[in-house]
């Protein structure tokens, strides 16, 4: 078992940035894909990032590509989404996630944070 745990939400201007941190504790000597998801109310879940075991993968959605960096450090088993010139349609609340596939998909990750919400004001 993974346990997840997000932190850095918060209220922020257009323009600004954020940056969201995810700890791990419990299995984290397995290798683990890592990714990070958003949903707003009444919508599905959607892919923001994913970053690969090593950090040398990562891949974005295209409505994040240039403006959202996703990085880990897995000596202190973290993953962090940086989150430049953010924009209202930003506001979400985000989720980590843990998975044995380097993969966009949600269904193939095992393991899930309980989110940190995300407010973009104009």
């Known amino acids: 078992q993974v346990q997840l745990a997000e932190s850095g939400g918060g209220l922020v201007q257009a323009g600004g940035s954020l940056r969201l941190s995810c700890a791990a504790s419990?299995?984290?000597?397995?290798?683990?894909?890592m990714g990070w998801f958003r949903q707003a109310p009444g919508k599905e879940r959607e892919f923001v990032a994913v970053?690969?075991?090593?950090?040398?993968?990562?891949g974005y959605a295209d409505s994040v590509k240039g403006r959202f960096t996703i990085s880990r450090d897995n000596a202190k088993n973290t993953v962090h989404l940086q989150m430049n010139s953010l924009k209202p349609k930003d506001t979400d609340v985000y989720y980590c996630?843990?998975?044995?596939?380097?993969?966009?998909?949600?269904?193939?990750?095992?393991?899930w944070g309980q989110g940190t919400q995300v407010t973009g004001s104009s």
């Open positions: 996630a843990a998975g044995g596939r380097f993969t966009t998909g949600q269904a193939m990750y095992d393991y």
């Open positions: 419990g299995r984290t000597s397995s290798r683990y894909a």
């Open positions: 970053i690969s075991w090593s950090g040398s993968g990562t």
